[in-house]
C-alpha cells in the first residue's frame, strides 16, 4: 500500500490545516534551486505547496500565503511552467529500440498506478493517449490529457521519462494541434483513405478500376513492383500484376496521404515525434505482403516510421481477449513482425488491451520490442471500484450504458451478446464487480464511456460524473493497485523484463 498522509506534513501552513482533509503525496516533494514544493489534495482538487524564492516560486501562479510560502493549483498554467523547469515533465519521443505500451487515460486519474507499476518494468509508458473519437466523447482537450500526465509524473516522483501520444488522428487539423500541444507521438488512422470496396471485387472489377488510375501513378508503380520479387523477412514476395492492383487500389490513397503527412508535419516538426501509420482500424484484414508493400513504399517515398500497426487476423475487439484462432495467428503475427524488424520500426498492437492469450506470441514474435496500446480497460478497472463500492450508482449507470448502447456502438466495432449478460436485478450487490469478468458487459461498458459521464437530466445536469468522481476520488488508492494488478498483468503476460 503507498503511504497516505492527513494533514500532518509541516509544509502545509495553519490556514490549510484547519479545515483538514488533505492528503499529501510524499513522492511529489520536488526542489529546484530556492524553491521546494510538494502535491497535496484537498476536496479532490490538487494543489502544489510552493516554499522559497526566486524564479520558479515567481512565476507559479496562486495564492501567496506569506512572502515564502504559496498554494499553486495543478492548473495548466502552472503545468507549462512545471514544464519549463523539468524537463521529465515534458513528453517525449522513444524511438525504435525501446518497448513503449500506450496507457489510455480517459478519467485523466489513472496515470499515478501506471506510473506505479510500469517503472517496474522495461518499457517506456505512453501515458497520454487520447484519440479524437474519446476526446470528443468526454469532452476533453488534449491540454487536459497532457496536464493529468504531467502532473503524475510530479505526483509519483517520476523521472523516467514518458510519451504522449495524439491517437488515431485523422485530420490534418487536429494532427496539426497535437503537434502544436507538444505531443511526442502522432498516430495517424489511414482508415478513412483504404478503400476496403477492393478485396469484394473480381480481378476484372480490380482491372478497370485500376486503369482508372492516373497513368503516371500506375507506371510509378509497375516500375518498382511489378513482377519483381522481394527475397526479405524470412518470405519471398512477388507482386504480379493481380498482386500489385490489389495493393495498388487499396493503399494508393493511403499511401499519398501517409507521405503528406509526414513531410508535412513530422520532417518539419522542432523535436523528434514518434511517428505511427495505422492501417488496423479496417474492414480489411492487413495481408503480409500489403504490409510489405506500404512498407517498403513508404522508405522509397522517404518516409520514416517509427511503428506500424496491421490488422491481424482475427479479431481483436475492445476491451476482452483475442477472438480467432491463434494457431493462425501465431503464423500472421510471425510474419508481420519480421516485416517490421526487416524494415526496422516496431510492430503496433491497437487494442492491445486484455489479449492475455496473444500476449506470449507478441513477445516471442517481436523479440519482446514493440508498441502496444491500451485504453478502456483502464476505464474497466475505475468501474469495478466503483461496483465494489457505490452499488446503488452502478446499478443506474449499468442500466443507462444498455439503454444506450446503440448509440455508443456506432463508434467502435464491438459484437457482444447482450442477450447472455445476467439481468441487473438477479445480481446481489456483492456480485456486482463480476460484471467486470464477463466479457459481454466489458463490451457494453468499454464503449459507453461517454454516454454516461455526459449524461445529463432534464435540467442539464449532469446524471452521473459528479458522484462518480467523488467515487474515484474517495478510493483513488484502491483505483491505482487496481491499475497495478491489472497492468502488471498485461507486463508480466507480455514477458517484459523487470528492470
Ligand atoms: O478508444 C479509442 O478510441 C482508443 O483508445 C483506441 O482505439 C486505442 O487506439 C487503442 O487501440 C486502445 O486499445
Known sequence: MHETQTVTNPLLNEKYLVSGGYKVYPKSYTKNDKTSFVMFKKDAEKYLFVKGSGPLFDELEGETLSEDTKIAPANHANRLVLNRYFDYTNPRAFGNKITTMGVGDRLGLASPGHIDIMR???????LAQQSIRELSLMERSIYDVLDAASYAVIQEGYTGGFGADGDHLKLEEDIKLALDAGMSMLTLDCSDYIRNEVPEMSVEEQEAEYNKLPEEL??????AYLDKTFEAAGMSITFDREELIYNVLLYSDALNYMVH??????KKADREIDFEVSIDETATVTKPESHFFVAQELINEGVKVNSLAPRFIGEFQKGVDYMGNLEEFEIDLAKHANIAKYFDYKLSIHSGSDKFSAFPIVAKHTDG???????????????RVLANHNPKLFREMHKYAFDHFPEAQAYYHITPDLDSIKALDEVSDEELPEYMNDRNARQVWHVTYGVLLTAVDEEGNRLFKPDFFANMDEFEEEYRESLVGHIGKHLETLQIPKV
Do not use: S
Open 120 to 126: 517496474q518494468y522495461q518499457v517506456k509508458p505512453i
Open 218 to 223: 500506375r507506371k510509378h508503380y509497375e516500375k
Open 261 to 266: 503527412i509526414y513531410n508535412e508535419y513530422i
Open 369 to 383: 520490442l514493440f508498441h502496444l496500446k491500451t485504453a478502456g480497460t483502464n476505464w474497466l478497472e475505475a468501474v
